[in-house]
C-alpha cells in the first residue's frame, strides 16, 4: 500500500489541516511540521495521528481518533494524520524508525510517498 502525504509546514496549512474535509482517502495523508499535539474538532470523521520524533522515529500512535478529541507525542516533531485504520494497515508501530520523516528528509519536500513494508513470514 502506498500513502501520498501532503506536507502542512507553514501557519494556515496546520492550522486548517484536516478541517472541512468530508473524508480522507485510505492512501492519502497529512504531515504536520512542526506539531507535537493535535486536536480533531469540528472534524467529520476519525483519523489515526502518529507522533514522530526528528529523526523519524514513531514515538506514539492514537488509533481511530474520533471527533472532539486531543492528542500529544511527547518528544514529537511532526504528526501524520492518516485515515482511520491506515496506521495499523501500514505496519506502523512506535518505536519504528521511518527515516523518510526524518526532518532532513522532510525539509525541503512538498510531498512524501510511503510504501508499506510486507510483513515478515514466519520460517524465512
Known sequence: MQVDIRIARYFWSRAIGLLG?????????????????????????????????????????????????????????????LSAGSASRLGLRAGQCVPQFSRSEIRSSRRLYFVAQAPAQQGD
Open 21 to 81: 474535509k468530508r473524508s480522507l482517502a485510505e492512501r492519502d495523508g497529512l504531515l504536520i511540521v512542526p506539531c507535537s499535539s493535535v486536536h480533531t474538532f469540528f472534524m467529520r470523521f476519525a483519523i489515526d495521528v502518529v507522533f514522530i520524533d526528528r529523526d523519524g522515529n514513531v514515538v506514539r500512535i492514537v488509533e481511530n481518533m474520533r471527533a472532539w478529541r486531543f492528542a500529544a507525542g511527547a518528544k514529537a516533531y511532526s504528526c501524520l494524520e
